[in-house]
């Protein structure tokens, strides 16, 4: 069956560019998260969503960070003005309903590299 | 592939055998625990989770146990095989919230 499914798998941005990565949760999955992962490093939270609305996004390093979904469904983050502390695997994850009764279903990540 | 960890705590254990991967936890308000499984290049993979009023739980050849006196939460394969070979990674969920917290990780490998 059809996994989380993340796009594009690898990104190369110039320090200072936009970038946008995609996010298809499995379908029908109510609960959408973000994490970042370092080199060597455990998942950091970064945001969640329960269906469209936005209900946690404590972990959002800096306000160039942005994240949506808007239908409730497929989930964008953005970084703008990227920079090298900004590399990273970002991780989407996905649960069909709330953390402690479904697990979260993870994604392979797109790993960015700013140069 | 890329590495996921480069500079994880090990554990290094022979085929066949049993491994024990251990895990400290930090808020004593955590009511929900897991384990995950990560290859070099891929996400984590979900193992096994328990909830905070139990004290174990099995699956196919893995067990969790949990600790609550002491904070600790532990993973145990039986007969490891060489598709063990990963890192693992425990995260906690803090009563009210939603959001995994990670610990840092260990490595796992397999010897022949």
């Known amino acids: 069956g059809a996994g989380v499914s993340q796009s594009p798998r690898y990104k190369v941005a110039k320090r200072g560019q936009d970038v946008a990565l995609r996010c298809d949760p499995i379908?029908?999955?109510?609960?959408l998260f973000w994490y970042q992962q370092a080199l060597g490093q455990g998942p950091e939270f970064l945001t969640y969503?329960?269906?469209?609305?936005?209900?946690?996004k404590s972990g959002l390093p800096s306000d160039r960070f942005f994240a949506e979904r808007p239908e409730g469904s497929v989930s964008t983050l953005k970084i703008q003005r990227t920079q090298q502390e900004d590399s990273a695997v970002y991780l989407c994850?996905?649960?069909?309903?709330?953390?402690?009764?479904?697990?979260?279903?993870f994604g392979n990540g797109t790993r960015l590299t700013v140069t | 592939g890329e590495s996921v960890g480069l500079h994880l705590p090990t554990l290094s254990v022979q085929e066949g055998d049993n491994s024990i991967i251990n895990c400290a936890y930090s808020?004593?308000?955590?009511?929900?625990f897991i384990w995950y499984k990560q290859e070099s290049g891929k996400g984590p993979q979900f193992i096994i989770d328990?909830?905070?009023?139990?004290d174990k739980r099995q699956g196919q050849r893995v067990t969790v146990l949990l600790n609550k006196t002491v904070k600790h939460l532990s993973l145990q394969i039986a007969a490891t095989q060489p598709g063990d070979s990963a890192v693992y990674f425990c995260?906690?969920?803090?009563?009210?919230?939603?959001?995994?917290?990670f610990g840092q990780g260990t490595r796992l490998t397999i010897n022949p």
């Open positions: 808020n004593s308000a955590s009511d929900y």
């Open positions: 328990i909830r905070s009023n139990m």
């Open positions: 995260a906690e969920k803090v009563q009210g919230a939603q959001k995994l917290v």
């Open positions: 994850a996905s649960s069909y309903r709330q953390v402690s009764n479904s697990p979260l279903h």
């Open positions: 969503f329960q269906n469209e609305a936005q209900l946690d």
């Open positions: 379908s029908g999955h109510v609960s």
